[in-house]
């Protein structure tokens, strides 16, 4: 959690420790601050009712009817208006109005949050079941915003639908790569796309008329690859036909075969499109890459998180630049962290809300992840944008500034971006995006985050990618719960939420 928390912000985040978000925060569950004695817990007589949602520690709610505090001490929740004393201090509490329409919207990362490879995540069952109604309807926006980028949405969301117990369609699931349905000045480019899954259909769903693979660049130039001595080409054959100039190149996520899509890529950047050609270094910069998913890493089943496409992405950086003496640019860079992918995941958000007719404003989304230097980065690099956007009153223009640094690209109103789009992200509605991790996946709760960015790479390796600059505040979450079931009920708490 962040070092630091105005008086608000802490009673706020007393939910994520155990308390109800209308509750004072005090040191321990119910026990009292320091140099107070215990409080007593005065409404009238008779039995009390347990609030729905009181938490018993840092899962899930307690079924008693007493949650017991620091050193044994209890306090009972009840509807009323509450009365704590403290020595000569007497404080009262009322338990806000219940919102029954959401004001809010969540963010949901799937890898380490809802499933861990395919394997879902226990806690992710019972969060969904409290998100539906009888008939599997959402009771509030949500979008599952992914970094993985191998396969179309609508196959992720029969997957989610499986593994979750309620219907998901592919409107409320966001790839990787679902941003790059705005960049229709590459459309009709001819475009090399590595990766795995079905790219081609993956390609052409976003919008792109002339995709080519890696391996059919490797069948028409099959000189290129020869890392693997079995599968030179024993005899080479003319290609009957040409391919035409390659214009851009788009990395939608890891590969399989590592070492011909990083030869390949190289060969295309050196020759400007014409791979078949010598390399020549002077071609600078070079054709256009646009890259999706950033992640360093990944959770799967194993003990240890595995490589994503973050590393491949680490890979081709420095062969390039070890080659040429030059930084590889990126026109482009989607996927959590960047700010491109939470306007895009909030248009989607505002859409279901349109959809479902409620007509209370999304003012706050939650973003629920496992990893710090994505999912938390990144909400928090929204809230600033979203912040900064409030404070100077503009929704007027779209600048997506897709990295922080050096090779950060603007998408201009009359290039990527048609009238409709623009005006959908430009109209950015909610106030705040607040993070919410959990201990599921990547994030290790024993990790400390580097107090001087000066001294991340002895302190602490930053996992983000080159082009995000590193700063602590963007990588310490709003709250820290234990799994994704513990982040529904901390949010309908800090919302007031009861739809029922």
Same mark, same amino acid.
């Given at each position: 959690?962040?070092?630091?928390?105005?008086?608000?912000?802490?009673?706020?985040?007393?939910?994520?420790?155990?308390?109800?978000?209308?509750?004072?925060?005090?040191?321990?569950?119910?026990?009292?601050?320091?140099?107070?004695?215990?409080?007593?817990?005065?409404?009238?007589?008779?039995?009390?009712?347990?609030?729905?949602?009181?938490?018993?520690?840092?899962?899930?709610?307690?079924?008693?009817?007493?949650?017991?505090?620091?050193?044994?001490?209890?306090?009972?929740?009840?509807?009323?208006?509450?009365?704590?004393?403290?020595?000569?201090?007497?404080?009262?509490?009322?338990? @806000?109005? &219940?919102? %029954?329409?959401?004001?809010? *919207? #969540?963010?949901?990362? =799937?890898?380490?949050?809802?499933? !861990?490879? +395919?394997?879902?995540?226990?806690?992710?069952?019972?969060?969904?079941?409290?998100?539906?109604?009888?008939?599997?309807?959402?009771?509030?926006?949500?979008?599952?915003?992914?970094?993985?980028?191998?396969?179309?949405?609508?196959?992720?969301?029969?997957?989610?639908?499986?593994?979750?117990?309620?219907?998901?369609?592919?409107?409320?699931?966001?790839?990787?790569?679902?941003?790059?349905?705005?960049?229709?000045?590459?459309?009709?480019?001819?475009?090399?796309?590595?990766?795995?899954? @079905?790219? &081609?259909? %993956?390609?052409?769903?976003? *919008? #792109?008329?002339?995709? =080519?693979?890696?391996?059919?660049? !490797?069948? +028409?130039?099959?000189?290129?690859?020869?890392?693997?001595?079995?599968?030179?080409?024993?005899?080479?054959?003319?290609?009957?036909?040409?391919?035409?100039?390659?214009?851009?190149?788009?990395?939608?996520?890891?590969?399989?075969?590592?070492?011909?899509?990083?030869?390949?890529?190289?060969?295309?950047?050196?020759?400007?499109?014409?791979?078949?050609?010598?390399?020549?270094?002077?071609?600078?910069?070079?054709?256009?890459?646009?890259?999706?998913?950033?992640?360093?890493?990944?959770?799967?089943?194993?003990?240890?998180?595995?490589?994503?496409?973050?590393?491949?992405?680490?890979?081709?950086?420095?062969?390039?630049? +070890?080659?040429?003496?030059?930084?590889?640019?990126?026109?482009?860079?989607?996927?959590?962290?960047?700010?491109?992918?939470?306007?895009?995941?909030?248009?989607?958000?505002?859409?279901?809300?349109?959809?479902?007719?409620?007509?209370?404003?999304?003012?706050?989304?939650?973003?629920?992840?496992?990893?710090?230097?994505?999912?938390?980065?990144?909400?928090?690099?929204?809230?600033?944008?979203?912040?900064?956007?409030?404070?100077?009153?503009?929704?007027?223009?779209?600048?997506?500034?897709?990295?922080?640094?050096?090779?950060?690209?603007?998408?201009?109103?009359?290039?990527?971006?048609?009238?409709?789009?623009?005006?959908?992200?430009?109209?950015?509605?909610?106030?705040?995006?607040?993070?919410?991790?959990?201990?599921?996946?990547?994030?290790?709760?024993?990790?400390?985050?580097?107090?001087?960015?000066?001294?991340?790479?002895?302190?602490?390796?930053?996992?983000?990618?080159?082009?995000?600059?590193?700063?602590?505040?963007?990588?310490?979450?709003?709250?820290?719960?234990?799994?994704?079931?513990?982040?529904?009920?901390?949010?309908?708490?800090?919302?007031?939420?009861?739809?029922?």
């Amino acid at each position: 959690m962040r070092r630091a928390l105005p008086p608000l912000r802490a009673l706020l985040r007393g939910a994520a420790a155990g308390r109800p978000a209308w509750l004072p925060a005090l040191s321990g569950l119910c026990g009292a601050p320091a140099g107070f004695p215990a409080p007593a817990a005065e409404g009238g007589g008779g039995s009390s009712k347990v609030k729905r949602g009181a938490w018993g520690g840092w899962g899930s709610p307690r079924a008693g009817g007493c949650v017991p505090g620091a050193g044994g001490t209890g306090a009972v929740f009840t509807t009323k208006p509450l009365q704590y004393s403290f020595s000569n201090f007497t404080y009262q509490f009322t338990k @806000p109005e &219940l919102n %029954i329409l959401p004001s809010f *919207g #969540f963010l949901f990362d =799937i890898d380490g949050v809802l499933v !861990r490879g +395919k394997t879902p995540i226990p806690a992710a069952k019972t969060a969904f079941q409290k998100l539906v109604n009888s008939q599997g309807q959402f009771l509030v926006p949500v979008v599952f915003v992914t970094n993985a980028g191998n396969c179309l949405r609508q196959k992720k969301a029969d997957q989610l639908s499986h593994l979750l117990g309620v219907p998901i369609s592919q409107d409320q699931v966001m790839m990787s790569h679902s941003p790059l349905r705005m960049f229709k000045r590459y459309h009709e480019k001819c475009v090399l796309v590595s990766g795995q899954g @079905p790219l &081609l259909d %993956i390609a052409q769903d976003l *919008g #792109f008329c002339q995709p =080519i693979t890696i391996e059919t660049l !490797r069948e +028409k130039h099959p000189l290129l690859d020869v890392v693997d001595h079995d599968r030179r080409p024993n005899v080479l054959y003319p290609s009957a036909v040409e391919l035409p100039k390659i214009e851009a190149v788009v990395l939608f996520g890891e590969p399989v075969r590592w070492e011909t899509n990083l030869q390949l890529i190289i060969d295309v950047l050196l020759t400007s499109g014409y791979p078949g050609n010598p390399h020549h270094h002077e071609n600078y910069p070079h054709i256009p890459v646009l890259a999706c998913n950033m992640d360093l890493m990944w959770v799967a089943e194993a003990q240890s998180p595995r490589f994503g496409h973050g590393t491949f992405m680490v890979c081709l950086e420095n062969i390039y630049k +070890k080659i040429t003496g030059k930084d590889l640019k990126y026109e482009a860079l989607m996927g959590k962290p960047s700010k491109l992918t939470y306007q895009y995941a909030e248009y989607l958000i505002r859409a279901q809300a349109a959809e479902r007719q409620w007509k209370q404003p999304i003012q706050t989304l939650y973003a629920v992840g496992d990893n710090l230097m994505t999912d938390v980065y990144g909400a928090n690099l929204y809230n600033r944008y979203l912040e900064e956007n409030s404070r100077k009153g503009s929704k007027s223009r779209i600048q997506a500034k897709v990295a922080g640094g050096r090779g950060s690209a603007t998408l201009s109103q009359d290039d990527e971006i048609d009238n409709s789009w623009e005006t959908e992200l430009a109209s950015a509605a909610a106030a705040h995006c607040r993070s919410v991790l959990v201990c599921t996946g990547v994030y290790n709760p024993h990790t400390e985050v580097p107090l001087d960015t000066r001294e991340s790479i002895t302190e602490t390796v930053f996992h983000g990618h080159r082009d995000f600059r590193f700063d602590p505040g963007l990588v310490e979450p709003d709250h820290i719960v234990p799994d994704v079931d513990a982040a529904v009920d901390l949010v309908f708490q800090l919302e007031n939420f009861s739809p029922n």
